[in-house]
């Protein structure tokens, strides 16, 4: 790229072509006040606010820094005293009609316009003076409708970020400009409140408004009243967005973007607002043993004793084999680490598992079968780069919702966007082409788009030669897989499998984005290896903002596969089965370990269930809530002779424990993350845990300590040592080096930059392998007695329910309970109304939810959130699972629906 000499206030810089002058000054702390500016947003619509005026020498007028690109041989003056005077000129235009109400104003010590007129010895209104400005508006255009923050009118500078970061970085456009002159405001259309608005309460808008105009509901405080501001890691989704916390006296008042590659400067609703479980008053805040059927408050030594005592007589009576354990997504690397050292070397099985056996285990295993690599191949923000987006099995803006913004901003771009969901999501309505297809139908969807690029000759040739193997099985297979016949079979019209396939191999760069919807079955891990298939015959491996990116639900989900939460894996995947991994991990940890494969999260249950598993501990887990078939589920935790549970509240699951104890939130403790795009980002301590609670990793030491082990970890930095040590992945991993920025693994010495993508030189196996499937039905299909097929997943505005976003009163108020999703046509037949209280009945149960009619839902199919407590999805639910993965199969089960007999 060209290099551009320029002078600035006498001193000459280089800098690069494409630059703005506000670009160059920044990078080289020359300061330029600014109310309109942010990096993300496009230029050409910006320069309202005026404030960041320099002298260019031979320009006429004083010209916008944040929108003139540089030329070679420019001489800027960015303080002149032009400029200076009319700056000032401008501040005295803008406070003119605004309230100069800086004493009790909450923005007060953190308002840009406050400190930009300190510093340009702006005192007040200087032409009209109008005293009564503040006492005329005060209580007009001041809209409290959102659940989260509050729009005020009078305190509007008109400067267009909000507008602008919904439009163009959110692409939601739920708010404008309305009006003209003075009398031009920012508000939703056709005079709606917020709350009638489209608006997704992302706090966008709020984080980047340099006045008081959007401010959060929020505990009344100003900035000097925080006391430190502490930057970690989101604990929500698999984006790993990258946070501020507030703190003041020991609570998280508040969260802020903290810019990152991650997440760049967004978050999403959850992550912005929804903090306030950290210091809820139900926090479990001591250990309790059950006694007489009845929790009682105990010590943490009374709880360690109870609790290695038992280990050591189960051991003695019934041997290894009958320990469990479930680790977590929901908990840092560190203490995914220590768990399954806990399970093997200090109870002696493989017998531990976690959460991504219910949403990504057919990743694993397919991607892992057909590239040598089971994890997201390209990164995040690389998505606003691609040609084409393929998205499928995933309701991104609503379980992604950073991701879905970079989707949306890249459609902005350019770019051109499938979508194969059973449900019309929102992303499905920006779609070139939405496929309404059958849930369970996946591999008869992608193996039809595969045989037309193949018919068509639309695949890359040169590398389906150079880097693949097995491509004339693939042929072999695909040829039955007409458009004709994948569509009878997906419900999906045959000439949109052909628009979507031309469109999916015409992209330079086209990307996969999935989750559940493909995961989630029967037939999951053929799905994923059909996803592999795609992109392989297309050339779209190891490329930047191509790939197959698989979505992770909860922050921590690759990471704990990481980190050897899994029955047949050590950490980095290393099998349990492999006799020189094995001693590798017997030196280090000084322990004999078992060298069988262990029981997987729904093998556990089973096995629970049959008295089997004696002494099942289970941190961060709700099995109770999050598995299939609960009542299944609760008869096995019940046959459970001792049951240890870690959490940071009173869960469903910790109700059937003999032993609860109380761990610290994400907030409470350091450690480390990984995100679905494989970087490892720094978790940081804010505030003291909460009660007697303890970090995860310091209740796990004390455990082992009390068991034997030698090693005192002293921090959890100590820990991320030794797994680094351990997992050749993140070998060049510490954290000094993710101090500021998060590594992406693997990063294979301290040299080495991290990997932004997978497979550059190649798929990590070697050569990528086509797997083809034929397609298979679903174990449930609907029938006379359940004529529907229900499938569940999440929503927008939930996470758990118990544990998080259960405890937000704001999400509550929007989304309080369960509700089923019904097309009109299915209604009607059913004389079953909107927002009528119905009943959904399966082989396994029954519950009664609301029932919400709508065009977004195919007919004969219904959807349930699987968050809610009552009314829960997992009632329904079948525990059928995908042989090589062991997922169950919780996006297909046949229901049928009931009106609610009213008693006479």
Partial sequence: MEKIKLMINDVEFIAKQNETILDVCRKNDIDIPTLCYHPDLDIKYGSSCRLCIVDI????????????IITDGMVIKTHSDEVIESRRLILELIIEDHPLDCLTCEKSGDCKLQDFCYEYDVTGPVFNKNEKVYEETKDIDIDETNEFYIKDDSKCINCGLCV???????????????????????????????????????????????????????KKMRKWEIEKKVKT????????????????????????????????????????????????????KKPLIKKNGVFEEASWEEAYNLITDKINEIKTNYGSTAFAGMSSARVTNEENYLFQKMIRAYMGTNNVDHCARLCHASTVAGLATTLGSGAMTNSNTELLDADVIFITGSNTTETHPVLGSFVKQAKNKGAKIIVADPRKIPLAYKADVYLPLKPGTNVALFNGIMNVIIEENLQDHEYIERATENYEELKEVIKTYTPEYSGSICGVDPEEIRKAARIYAGGDKSSILYSMGVTQHTTGTQGVMSLSNLALLTGNIGKESAGVNPLRGQNNVQGACDMGALPGDYPGYQKVYDENIRSKFEDSWKKELSNQAGLTLTEIINECGK???????????????????????????????????????????????????????????????????????????????????????????????RLGMVETYRSSEDIFNELAKMTPQYRGINYKRIDEEGLQWPCIDENHPGTRYLHKDGPIRGRGLFKPADYMESFEDSDSEYPYIMTTGRIL????????????????????????????????????????????????????????????????????????????????????????????????SAVRLEKIKKEV
């Fill in 57 to 68: 020498e031979g320009r006429k007028g004083l010209q916008p820094s944040c929108s003139t």
């Fill in 233 to 284: 890691t989101c604990s929500y989704c698999g984006v790993g967005c990258q946070i501020d916390l507030l703190v003041k006296k020991n609570e998280v008042v508040g969260v802020e973007p903290n810019y990152s590659s991650t997440n760049k400067d967004s978050l999403c609703v959850k992550g912005k607002f929804a903090y306030g479980f950290i210091n809820h008053k139900d926090r479990l």
């Fill in 797 to 892: 505005y939930h996470y758990h329910t118990r544990t998080m976003t259960g405890k937000i009163e704001g999400l509550n108020n929007l989304y309080p309970s369960s509700f089923v999703e019904i097309n009109p046509t299915t209604a009607n037949r059913l004389s079953i109304h909107d927002g009528e209280l119905i009943s959904v009945v399966s082989r396994r149960g029954a519950i009664e939810t609301t029932a919400v009619v709508t065009e977004d839902i195919q007919e004969d199919v219904v959807f349930i959130p699987f968050h809610f407590v009552d009314g829960a999805a997992n009632q329904l639910t079948h525990n059928t699972l995908d042989p090589i993965a062991k997922i169950p199969e919780l996006k297909v």
């Fill in 611 to 705: 008295g089997e598993i004696k002494f099942l501990y289970v941190m961060g887990e709700n099995p109770m809530l999050s598995d299939p078939d609960l009542k299944h589920v609760e008869e096995s935790l019940i046959n459970t002779e001792f049951l240890v549970v870690q959490d940071i509240f009173l869960t469903e699951t910790a109700e059937y424990a003999d032993v609860v104890l109380p761990a610290a939130t994400f907030a409470e403790k350091d450690g480390t993350f990984t995100n679905s795009e494989r970087r490892v980002q720094r978790v940081r301590k804010a505030i003291e845990p909460i009660g007697e609670s303890k970090p995860d990793w310091e209740i796990l030491t004390e455990i082992m300590n």
């Fill in 164 to 218: 602008r970061a919904c439009n163009e970085l959110q692409v939601i456009n739920a708010i404008g400009f309305v009006n003209r002159s003075d009398k031009q405001k920012v508000a939703a259309p056709f005079g709606k409140t917020l709350a009638e608005s489209d608006c997704v309460s992302c706090g966008t808008c709020v984080s980047l408004c340099p006045v008081n105009a959007l401010s959060p509901k929020q």
